[in-house]
C-alpha cells in the first residue's frame, strides 16, 4: 500500500507560480512512475505531466513550456514547478504514481485556482 500526500495549492494570479509537491510512503515503493492529472469542473480528468523512472518525461500540449515536472528518488517525492498560470490551469491537481507491479495510486487532491 502507497501512500500519497500532496501540498502547494492555492490561489494566484494570472502568470504567477505555484509549486506543487507530493510525497510518498508505504511498503511498497518500487515505483515506476509519478505524475500529476487535473480535474476541472465539469470536465474530464487529464494528465498534465508524468515522469517514468530513468527521468523521462511527458506533458500536456497545454503546459509544454510553462510547467516543470521532477523528482527526488531519495525522497520519494515528486514535484510541479507551474510556472506562468492561466485562469484554464484552474482545476483540482491529483498526484499518482505506479509501482513496477503496475498498482496505480491517487492521492487526495490539491485545488489551484488562478485569478485576478
Known amino acids: 500500500q502507497v501512500q500519497l500526500v500532496e501540498s502547494g495549492g492555492g490561489l494566484v494570479q494570472p502568470g504567477g507560480s505555484l509549486r506543487l509537491s507530493c510525497a510518498a510512503s508505504g511498503r511498497d515503493l518500487s515505483i515506476y512512475a509519478m505524475g500529476w492529472y487535473r480535474q476541472a469542473p465539469e470536465k474530464q480528468r487529464e494528465l498534465v505531466a508524468a515522469?517514468?523512472?530513468?527521468?523521462?518525461?511527458n506533458y500536456a500540449d497545454s503546459v509544454k513550456g510553462r510547467f516543470t515536472i521532477s523528482r527526488d528518488d531519495a525522497k520519494n517525492t515528486v514535484y510541479l514547478q507551474m510556472n506562468s498560470l492561466k485562469p484554464e490551469d484552474t482545476a483540482v491537481y491529483y498526484c499518482?504514481?505506479?509501482?513496477?507491479?503496475?498498482?496505480?495510486?491517487w492521492g487526495q487532491g490539491t485545488q489551484v485556482t488562478v485569478s485576478s
Open positions: 515522469v517514468l523512472s530513468g527521468g523521462r518525461t
Open positions: 499518482e504514481c505506479v509501482t513496477i507491479r503496475g498498482v496505480e495510486y
